[in-house]
């Protein structure tokens, strides 16, 4: 599949066909243009591009992508899209570097996902992205606390398919965290 990642080192994304991922991730980009006069249509494509811009490494294109998406989530009043897309701008905020603002993000939102139902399905995925911000500012104590409790909501929700990134990321930070 050409969208197909895995965790790399430094709790990275990676494509696991870099040359058919790219391709892909132009293909989207070449389809949204043409979803200009349809809002759900286009919040929708806007919400899949920027995780993959991220994930190809296009960090800026990613961090804009989802600044729009979240833009037309809030005109056409879809909170819960607002919402997601905030998850995505966090993410690129933290595979910038930017990792001020990225915690900031990432506290805001755990704390919204906490107080709200209709928010709690996106708390495994915030705990599990807030705990690679804070593995890749060196972190790693806070780190384990955040990608223990994802893998706990994962496991308690059956997500087979997520459980080995999170043991993989664990496994990560507790090498980083004893030096090695």
């Not at 994930?55 to 961090?63: N, Y």
Request: aromatic share 4%; charged share 25%.
């Amino acid at each position: 599949m050409s969208r197909a990642w895995r965790l790399g080192p430094g709790l990275r994304e990676e494509p696991v066909d870099p040359e058919a991922f790219a391709a892909e991730v132009d293909r989207l980009l070449d389809e949204i243009t043409t979803a200009r006069s349809q809002p759900a249509r286009l919040l929708a494509m806007l919400a899949e591009a920027a995780p993959l811009l991220r994930i190809a490494g296009r960090l800026e294109e990613s961090r804009k992508t989802a600044a729009a998406a979240i833009a037309l989530a809030e005109l056409v009043e879809d909170s819960t899209a607002a919402f997601a897309n905030r998850i995505a701008l966090a993410q690129a905020m933290q595979r910038e570097g930017r990792y001020d603002i990225a915690t900031l993000l990432f506290d805001q939102l755990i704390a919204q996902a906490r107080s709200s139902p209709q928010l709690a399905p996106f708390l495994h995925d915030i705990l599990f992205n807030a705990g690679v911000n804070l593995f890749a500012q060196g972190r790693h104590g806070e780190a384990a606390r955040c990608l223990r409790e994802s893998q706990s909501l994962r496991r308690a929700a059956n997500m087979d398919g997520l459980l080995e990134i999170s043991a993989e990321a664990l496994r990560q930070n507790a090498r980083a965290s004893s030096g090695g």
